[in-house]
């Protein structure tokens, strides 16, 4: 398979409660495929706090110890949200195949936040899929994501 990625490192993934079934079958989706990841929890379905598993994915992602991230929660907005607290890091929410494939290509995402309520089954996989394997465009879309980030 090919990735821009570099898929000897491994893929950090976490959620929160809401995330919890979407994030084992991500875990079973990376297995599948042979890529190993590093799962930061929940490791259920007890009520948590989103922040206390997306700061240590963004972290791993931040300091070159994965690959990429993948974050999931009810709506993905509060995992992006404290993922993108995180210099170096451009966490995207994607519900659909043609968002991943963009938050790529477009923007060089480097997580992916997938609204667990708002995407049907086995979406989040397909997801999953194209970002790991879309390139990004680089050209007109690098001048943009230089931008980004706070001096």
Same mark, same amino acid.
């Given at each position: 398979? /090919?990735? $821009?990625?570099? @898929?000897?490192? $491994?893929?950090?993934?976490?959620?929160?409660?809401? =995330?919890?079934?979407?994030?084992?079958?991500?875990?079973?989706? @990376?297995?599948?495929?042979?890529?190993?990841?590093?799962?930061?929890?929940? /490791?259920?379905?007890?009520?948590? +706090?989103?922040?206390? *598993?997306?700061? $240590?994915?963004?972290?791993?992602?931040? !300091?070159?110890?994965?690959?990429?991230?993948?974050?999931?929660?009810?709506?993905?907005?509060?995992?992006?949200?404290?993922? &993108?607290?995180?210099?170096?890091?451009?966490?995207?929410?994607?519900?659909?195949?043609?968002?991943?494939?963009?938050?790529?290509? /477009? !923007?060089?995402? &480097?997580?992916?936040?997938? $609204?667990?309520? *708002?995407?049907?089954? =086995? +979406?989040?996989?397909?997801?999953?899929?194209?970002?790991?394997?879309?390139?990004?465009?680089?050209?007109?879309?690098? &001048?943009?994501? +230089?931008?980004?980030?706070?001096?």
């Amino acid at each position: 398979m /090919h990735s $821009p990625f570099d @898929l000897s490192k $491994p893929i950090a993934i976490g959620s929160d409660h809401a =995330g919890y079934d979407y994030k084992e079958d991500l875990i079973s989706f @990376l297995e599948g495929k042979g890529l190993t990841f590093k799962d930061f929890g929940t /490791h259920s379905k007890d009520s948590v +706090d989103y922040a206390d *598993f997306a700061h $240590p994915v963004a972290t791993a992602v931040e !300091n070159g110890k994965a690959a990429f991230g993948i974050l999931v929660c009810g709506s993905a907005n509060g995992v992006a949200m404290t993922a &993108n607290k995180h210099q170096g890091i451009r966490a995207a929410i994607c519900w659909g195949e043609e968002l991943a494939k963009l938050a790529r290509s /477009h !923007n060089d995402a &480097n997580i992916i936040c997938i $609204p667990a309520r *708002f995407v049907r089954e =086995g +979406d989040a996989e397909k997801m999953v899929a194209h970002f790991i394997t879309t390139d990004f465009e680089g050209g007109r879309h690098k &001048n943009r994501v +230089d931008k980004i980030a706070c001096s």
